[in-house]
């Protein structure tokens, strides 16, 4: 479980900065615009993840 919540930490981290770095170059590069929206989705599931997995942790230690 600590393996897997470090990875989903990971994840959340690598999205955030993905998005920033998507957010500068977007505003040179019109071009990017489109992409920048498919990160913010992915950021979006990658936060759902994360959530989810905070709550089946939280009924873990209720179930205990």
Do not use: P
Not at 9 to 35: C, P, Q
Not at 38 to 52: F, P, Q, T
């Amino acid at each position: 479980l600590r393996e897997l919540g470090e990875a989903i930490e990971n994840l959340v981290h690598w999205t955030v900065e993905t998005n920033k770095l998507m957010d500068e170059l977007a505003m040179r590069y019109g071009e990017l615009a489109a992409s920048t929206t498919r990160a913010r989705g992915v950021a979006k599931g990658v936060e759902e993840l994360a959530d989810r997995f905070d709550q089946a942790l939280d009924e873990m230690l209720k179930a205990y």
